[in-house]
Structure formats: C-alpha cells, structure tokens
C-alpha cells in the first residue's frame, strides 16, 4: 500500500519535455553509493537533463571523472566514462578531446579534486580554451576520505583537520577560472534545477571551455560536523547563510564573499584550442613541416 | 631492405620512429635530457595529422597521453629522471586499466634533481617497481641510435599487442649519440594495431579473460560505453572487492607479461657458448662491455656478453643458458647496484656475481670492465 505522505513518484515533479532520467543511467549499478541527501545526484539530474536537450548521442558523450565523491559520480552515467587519477581527469580529458574532437567530452570534478591536487590542471585548461565542460561539484569537504578541509571549506567551519574551526581563506574558484581565461564560466546552486540545467547547456554549447562550479550539500559528513541541519535546510540556505560571517572572513572580503553569485558569470570567444591547433597544423603541414 | 640511410641523433631517431610505428599524440613537459623528443615530435606530428601538445606538468603528460589512447589513437610521452617519478602515478593507472602508452625515460644521474646532463643507469629498479602496488610493465633498453629506431616501433607494438604500458629507457650518452640508422619506410611498415571489441554492446566485457589473457578494446563510439576505472574492477570494468573476483582479475592482469613472454622478451648474447666470465649490463655499459669481451678474448679469458633488451620482465631463462657454464658474472652498471640484485637472484650457487658501478656521471670505459674481469678470473 502507498502512503501518498511518503510516496515520491506522488511528488515528482514531471520536468518539462520528454526527459527521462533512467534512459541515461547505468540502472544495473543501482542502488548507488551516494549519502543520503548528497547534492551530487542532483547535478548529475541537471547534467543529463541538458545532455537530453542537446540531443548528444550517448555514444558521442565521454564522461571523465577524477577521485572523490564526485569522482564515483561518472560511473552511473550510460556513456563511455572514465574514472582517472586524483586531480588529473582535465589533463587526461585534454588529451581525448584533442585525439578525438568528435566527442562530446565533460569533467566531472570536485573542490579538492579540481582546485588542490588538479589546480594546475585546471589554470591550463581555462588557459587552453579547448572545448571540454567541467562541473566542478563543491560541497567544500574531502567527503570520501572522511571529511577534512578543502580549498573551498568556508572559513570557521569544523572538520576532520579543523576541529576548532577553519582558518585557511577559501578560494573563489570562479574568479580563478574567469582570471586563467575560460571561454566561460558559471555557478550554479542544486536548489534550482533548471537553471542548473540551463547553465550547463550554456557550458556544453560554448566552443572553448567551460567552467561550471555547482554548490552541492555533504550533509552527512560536513553537514551533520556543523549542524546545518538536514540536505533540504542546507540546499535552501545554498544562496544564503551557509557561509556564516566569521572572525577571518572579513579580511578576505570580497575574494570570497558570504553570498555567491549565481549564472554566467564571464563569457569570452577566445579561439578554442582544438580548433587553433588543427589549422596551425594544416598550415604548418602546406608549408612543408614549417620552419 | 629499402637502403635508406640517416645519420641521426638518438632523441631524433626515437621520435621518427614512433611516427612510424602509427603515434598521432604526443604530449611531453621539457627535462634534460630527453626534450629533444619532444622537439621533433611537435615538428613531425603536424605533418601526419597527429597532435602535439607541451602540458603544464609531468602527471598532466601521461595524463594526455592515456585520454589519447582511450580515445583510440597510439600516444607516447618522454622525460628523465625527476619526470619519470612523477609519471610512476599514472603509468600505475595504465597498468591496472590496461590503455597502451610508450614512456621515454632518457635516463640522467640522480637522486632528485641530481646531474640533468650526465647519463646513469640507476633507475633500473624505478622503471621494475616505480609504481605503487603489482603491476605489469615492459622495459626496454637499446643500446645504439639503430637499436633506439627499432626499438620504438616494437614498444608501440608490444604496448598495442599486450595493452601494457611500455617504457623505453636509454641514457643520455645513447640518447645524444649521432649515429647512422636504417629508416624505415612508414607505409611499408607492418606495425601492430591493439584488438578492437566487436559485436553488440549486450554482454560486452571490457575486461573479460582471454586466451592471451589481453581484452579486446572499447573504443568511445563504438557502441560499447564502456567504463574505465583505476579502481580494481571486475571483468565489466566497474569497481569491486569482491575477494574472488578481484584474485581472479589481478591475477589475470599479473599473468599477461608471463604468458606471453617468448614474444616480449630480447636480448643479445656475444661470445656466450664457452663464457666462462659473463658480463650482464645494459645501454652504453653495454657498448664499453663488447669492446672489452674482444680485448679479453685477445688475451685469453673466455669471456662473454649478456644484454637484455627487453630488460623487464628480464629474459630469465636466456640469462641462464648464457650463465651456464660461468666461473663468475660481472654486472657493470651506471649505478649503486641494481641489475646485480636481478642476477644475483638467478645465478646458481657456484657462480660468483660481482658487481662494477659507477655513480659520478662518467660512462664505465673497456678497459675498467676489463681489469675487473682479469681481477675475477685471477
């Protein structure tokens, strides 16, 4: 017997068209291993959402994934996905959109994944401007290894490496990829998902690459740490007051201000890199190997 | 034989050999002294439609250089010393998923940032171990520009054929030697290609065990959608610790190199039927190591020349026969003493093994190998 109070297909709300979100999920990998309450599993919604309404063929659709929560996210994609090393999937996807244009190629990162270990690899890939989207999931926690800081833990909040509160200044990871010159970059909350699903469409369609960081909740590990209550409190509060004003945040501002901006935050039509690559190399190959 | 002859540098003569031998990626991060193969590879690969890219770091290299490959196309990288040790992070990645790539490792003294233009031989047990946990991987190590042409293409076709990465290690002196090579003729040239997957995607097994125990490939676009993981996964290619299924797959993994090692393992034997003095070594240790089993021989010292090729997984049995009738082996080698513990493992008790190194960046000349020997043999 279903109790309409509990019921959740009673509750879903039909997304507008004809997504369906099974059509592109790996079912057989079903139940996934994602903490109840997770952010992740909705930017992988709007993800496919926008991949549905390009009408990108899974087949063409290359997901490459690093280490970490967001990391394991790739996998449950029905595509050809490719869960690499720590930090490095924006290296290693370089590499596949560059041997194979063809592909629709899209990084799913996370805040330590993308921004500490892969911090390199991300500057040179806003630098390179080849044609690659990567949703950066920030939860602002290392939630697979337990809960420790990372460059995007606001500041004064508890975790596994700050007990008594975090004092490292966080980092503006957009401003970062806007200043390393991505040819477009946005952020996004999981509260609102179809404009999360709309920025992304944005991301995937802009020729050159794209920079996506989507503010996701760890409510069991870096919630439950800071008592922000349950995934609904924190992903209401996404825009807000998750960021509360701190001894040490004043002397950041405005590097990293208490309430984020939200949607395309830069847009450039630098050349993509692919692209200037391959007729470099057409007129270097005319010219006989060049000089 | 098409006659067509090029008097070349060794970094050179490996970087028109992977053109040959079918790579269209490249992506390398300068290190002396291995940059000249990044050099010709950004000239040559535009004019056969392939991609050159110089990446930000050495992790991000073999990053590129593994996406490439997933993608389908034959990718190599190269570096040195303190290059090598940050590419152990994904060549272990390489390892487990099982994606073709070629390593360069033009080998220089160290440890750490050590001597950038000085040759050494001591990352013998690095190019074996370097990476974290069991792993399969081919080292090969030419001793001449000639042997560095040859021995690319058959890294690309060991690396293709196996799906293992391959590292090709020479040191500086080879690397930098001009020497006269025999070009290949790239459309004459049978190269080997990995074994793409067919049929339908319903019941594909990315990582399903075969005779050869070497999965055919996914390629993206084909259908396949397969997944690729550095996680230690079960033959459908996702995660698990499953302790059976894990046993089964790793041991799989593990036994590739074994099965197929008559068609992996090289090596060159001079004068060894009657050595009663065998020398082992390597690369240009090697080349000083020939010139004295001639001058020595003159003397009257039966001595003999062992050099393996393939020097990982080092050709056991080839050594043995070469060893069999020895007094003494003699391993001279550019560093503190590393191939000397592979030999020390494999001779038989009534066989004395001594080592001759060299750590101070100068190549072992004949006539040191020489007086250790008459030493030995005293």
């Known amino acids: 017997m279903s109790n309409p109070a509990t019921d959740v297909s009673a509750h879903e709300v039909t997304p507008p068209g004809d997504f369906e979100i099974k059509d592109y999920l790996r079912l057989d990998l079903m139940p996934h291993f994602m903490c109840p309450g997770c952010g992740h599993g909705i930017a992988l919604r709007a993800l496919l959402w926008a991949i549905h309404e390009l009408g990108i063929e899974k087949d063409n659709l290359a997901i490459v994934s690093g280490i970490g929560c967001s990391g394991r996210v790739g996998a449950y994609i029905d595509a050809s996905t490719f869960h690499f090393t720590h930090g490095r999937p924006l290296a290693m996807a370089t590499g596949l959109k560059l041997a194979r244009p063809d592909l629709t190629v899209i990084v799913i990162s996370g805040d330590g994944d993308c921004l500490a270990i892969g911090g390199n690899h991300l500057i040179h890939a806003c630098r390179r401007n080849l044609d690659i989207t990567c949703l950066m999931l920030n939860n602002e926690v290392y939630g697979m290894t337990g809960g420790q800081v990372s460059p995007t833990t606001s500041e004064s909040m508890l975790t596994t490496t700050t007990t008594t509160g975090n004092i490292e200044p966080a980092f503006d990871a957009c401003k970062l990829a806007e200043a390393a010159g991505a040819g477009l970059v946005g952020r996004e909350v999981t509260l609102q998902v179809p404009t999360l699903k709309n920025l992304i469409r944005d991301g995937i369609t802009h020729q050159g690459f794209s920079f996506l960081e989507v503010i996701s909740d760890c409510t069991e590990i870096y919630g439950r740490k800071n008592d922000l209550g349950e995934s609904p409190e924190m992903i209401l509060k996404q825009k807000s007051d998750l960021r509360p004003e701190s001894f040490g945040n004043t002397a950041d501002r405005p590097f990293r201000p208490n309430k984020l901006e939200t949607g395309v935050l830069a847009r450039s039509d630098r050349p993509e890199y692919g692209v200037a690559y391959r007729a470099h190399a057409a007129r270097a190959k005319t010219r006989g190997g060049g000089k | ?378």
Not at chain 2, 64 to 85: C, D, E, N, R, Y
Not at chain 2, 161 to 171: A, E, I, N
């Open chain 2, 1 to 378: 034989m098409s006659g067509n002859f090029e008097h070349l540098h060794g970094n050179h003569a490996c970087a028109l050999a992977a053109v040959a031998a079918g790579c269209r990626f490249f992506a390398g991060y300068p290190i002396t002294p291995s940059s000249e193969i990044a050099e010709r590879m950004s000239k040559e690969l535009p004019k056969v439609d392939g991609t050159f890219i110089q990446m930000e770091d050495e992790m991000g290299s073999l990053a590129a250089v593994i996406g490439a490959s997933l993608g389908g196309v034959k990718a190599m990288t190269a570096t040195s010393g303190p290059g090598f040790s940050l590419k152990q992070e994904n060549l272990g990645y390489a390892s487990l998923a099982e994606v073709p790539c070629v390593i360069v490792n033009v080998s220089r003294g160290g440890p750490s940032t050590g001597m950038p233009t000085r040759p050494a031989q001591s990352d013998i047990m690095q190019s074996r171990w370097g990476s974290h946990g069991d792993h399969p991987v081919i080292v090969i190590t030419p001793d001449s520009v000639a042997e560095i042409y040859n021995e690319t293409i058959r890294a690309f076709d060991l690396s293709e054929k196996f799906r293992v990465p391959v590292v090709l290690m020479f040191d500086q002196v080879i690397g930098h030697l001009q020497e006269t090579v025999e070009v290949s003729d790239a459309r004459k040239l049978k190269t080997i290609e990995r074994k793409w997957a067919k049929g339908d995607k319903d019941g594909f097994e990315p990582y399903a065990a075969t005779k050869d125990a070497v999965p055919p490939m996914a390629r993206p676009g084909d259908g396949k959608r397969a997944h690729t993981t550095g996680l230690t996964h079960a033959e459908s290619g996702f995660p698990t610790q499953d302790t059976e299924i894990v046993a089964r797959n790793m041991n799989r993994l593990l036994s590739k190199l074994e099965i197929n090692k008559k068609e992996i393992e090289k090596y060159e034997c001079v004068e060894t039927g009657d050595a009663e003095y065998l020398i082992v070594t390597i690369g240009i240790s090697a080349r000083a190591a020939r010139r004295a089993v001639k001058t020595l021989r003159r003397k009257g010292v039966k001595a003999g020349l062992f050099r393996p090729i393939t020097l990982w997984p080092f050709p056991e049995e080839a050594f043995r026969q070469a060893a069999a009738g020895a007094k003494a082996v003699l391993v001279p080698e550019m560093n503190a003493g590393q191939l000397v513990l592979e030999i020390e493992r494999l001779g038989s008790d009534d066989c004395h093994v001594a080592g001759l190194n060299k750590i101070d960046g100068e190549p072992i000349v004949p006539a040191e190998i020489v007086a250790k020997l008459e030493e030995l043999a005293r």
